[in-house]
């Protein structure tokens, strides 16, 4: 009888928190549509106690005070987008999508989002300074089953192609990207429009506007 007051004791206070964290991610899905409106818990209201002993019982208490204890996610985290904490301190709602990133002592729980933005950001500018357009057909978008992981793609202009990390790259008539040569790196530079970089340019280097004398270089020359 003790333990089985315990146990509709604690899901009395798991329902009541999971209640108002369900309205908080609610609201902030409006907002934020890639963040899932329902959090990732375990649900003991559908365990079956009947046939228990005791020590199952114990184990089962145990869980359910450690959910008790540990903190429900925010809604500033959800509205941030991620949290401090190490893989065992998730937090409590914590939607299943978000990952884990191991930073050492600024490790966090992030949304996928989040990391899609960056990344998204990154290879928009790099496909933007080699002549390319970014063309976005998953992220910014509102449907509720659109993908984490967005759809996308660099449109580079006629004899080039796209290269992630790279940008558009130069290719020849058959189609087969040209490569920087040996001696390009060593003195630094090579002759060439923005949709003329070559594979493999070292990612430092960048595009000097010069006319008919424009070129991809080494930032600090030797």
């Not at 009888?1 to 108002?20: D, E, P, T, V, Y």
């Not at 496909?127 to 063309?135: A, F, L, R």
């Amino acid at each position: 009888m003790r333990f089985c007051s315990l146990i509709i004791a604690s899901l009395f206070l798991l329902s009541a928190c999971g209640n108002s964290l369900g309205s908080n991610i609610a609201e902030d899905n409006i907002r934020k549509p890639k963040i899932p409106a329902k959090a990732s818990m375990i649900d003991y209201r559908n365990v079956d106690t009947s046939n228990m002993n005791i020590d199952e019982m114990e184990v089962l208490l145990d869980e359910i005070e450690k959910d008790i204890e540990r903190p429900n996610i925010t809604e500033d985290d959800i509205r941030r987008g991620w949290y401090y904490g190490g893989e065992e301190n998730i937090k409590y709602g914590t939607p299943s999508s978000w990952l884990w990133v191991n930073e050492g002592g600024k490790s966090k729980w992030i949304s996928p989002s989040i990391i899609e933005e960056t990344d998204y950001q990154a290879e928009s500018i790099l496909c933007e300074e080699t002549s390319g357009e970014y063309i976005v057909s998953c992220i910014d978008t509102e449907i509720a089953d659109c993908k984490y992981i967005p759809e996308t793609v660099c449109k580079c202009i006629e004899d080039s192609k796209w290269v992630k990390t790279q940008g558009c790259i130069l290719t020849d008539e058959d189609g087969e990207f040209i490569q920087v040569s040996q001696e390009e790196l060593n003195q630094g530079w090579y002759k060439g429009l923005p949709n003329e970089k070559k594979l493999d340019t070292p990612p430092s280097w960048i595009w000097i506007d010069a006319g008919f004398e424009s070129q991809w270089q080494n930032p600090a020359p030797k």
